[in-house]
């Protein structure tokens, strides 16, 4: 079997393996699609601080199950899957209160563990979601595209908001497209042109209005009246942008943190306290996010052409991930065949 594994930063071997049989009480998924995020390019430049080596990076991963116990479980041969990759512990007192996504012990499958880089997974039945009636393309997307539905749904975005997205990757992008889906305003900014025409493809350009950042500000001004957006989401990882974000948001508002940064966060508290303004992170994605992403998709309200922008062999990954790194700004999404 075909497995990938990142030796150390800057470094891939691809090994070929004795096939893994599944694992007692566990469920035996063939990968067929994995995607990359900025995250996995993150570990491979050694940028990721919870990712030790040797690894086997993938956390979105959309499969097809192998070998399963018939009597004791759900799903079924055949069956189309995505990973879900958080396992939390089920005991501390974010578990207990229902946010697992936050768990003190929380292990992430592809990050703090060997993900789906391979052609076998073998995992817990539930870190995976079935994906009946939905191909392979989609199934990729479902786990990225949960992390912006958790967003959106935990800044409590209502019909008629003003909402401004700062970051137009994959994520930033998405959760625009969910935002509106809400009944908001949508705006989205970003330094580049090809990602805000890619937002404004794949979001719909009669949802999402794209702003470039060198007018954001004052278009946001004359866009509100001086009022400012009600819901601000940072979707860069960028510690000066998530810090200038602040500007953006109207008093009584609420300033929504999707992407991490290195380091301290600095904000002058007496904006913050005039503003009455209510700070968000967002991390990860519950069971319930990828059953509603999943449900979208199968009422074709999310599309997979213009959001899957490079793609290319697993095998392949020593000749295309260099490329891909250097190709970020006009990409959105990247996923390998498997």
């Known amino acids: 079997m075909l497995k990938v594994q990142c030796e150390r930063p800057f470094q891939f071997r691809v090994l070929n393996c004795e096939p893994i049989s599944r694992g007692r009480g566990e469920v035996l998924v063939r990968v067929k699609r994995v995607g990359v995020c900025g995250t996995d390019f993150h570990a491979y430049r050694g940028e990721q601080p919870l990712v030790t080596y040797p690894r086997i990076l993938g956390h979105e991963v959309a499969g097809v199950v192998e070998d399963v116990d018939s009597g004791a479980s759900s799903l079924s041969t055949g069956e189309v899957v995505c990973l879900f990759p958080y396992r939390s512990c089920g005991k501390c007192k974010a578990c207990l209160r229902g946010k697992p996504n936050c768990c003190r012990a929380l292990d992430v499958i592809g990050v703090t563990s060997d993900g789906g880089m391979s052609d076998l997974i073998s995992v817990p039945e539930d870190q995976l979601v079935s994906c009946n009636g939905l191909d392979l393309d989609q199934v990729v ?3 990225p595209l949960s992390i912006a539905a958790h967003a959106v749904r935990r800044a409590s975005v209502s019909s008629g908001d003003h909402v401004l997205v700062i970051g137009a990757g994959p994520i930033g992008i998405a959760v625009a497209r969910l935002a509106a889906f809400r009944g908001a305003h949508v705006y989205i900014t ?29 278009v946001v001004r004359e866009l509100t009246a001086g009022n400012m957006m009600e819901i601000v989401f940072d979707a860069t990882g960028n510690k000066q942008s998530m810090e200038s974000a602040l500007q953006y948001v109207g008093h009584g508002g609420c300033l929504a943190l999707v992407g991490i940064a290195q380091g301290s966060l600095c904000y002058p508290h007496p904006e913050i306290h005039k503003r009455e303004l209510t700070l968000l992170s967002c991390r990860n994605a519950l069971r319930d996010d990828f059953h509603y992403v999943i449900e979208l998709m199968r009422n074709k309200k999310i599309v997979v052409d213009g959001y899957i922008t490079h793609r290319a062999m697993l095998v392949d990954i020593k000749h295309v991930w260099t490329e891909w790194e250097l190709s970020m700004q006009n990409a959105v999404k990247c996923v390998f065949e498997v």
């Open 141 to 143: 997307i479902v786990e």
């Open 190 to 218: 970003d330094l580049r042109r090809d990602r805000l025409e890619a937002a404004a493809q794949w979001g719909g350009s009669d949802q999402i209005n794209v702003i470039p950042s060198d007018t954001s500000l004052q």
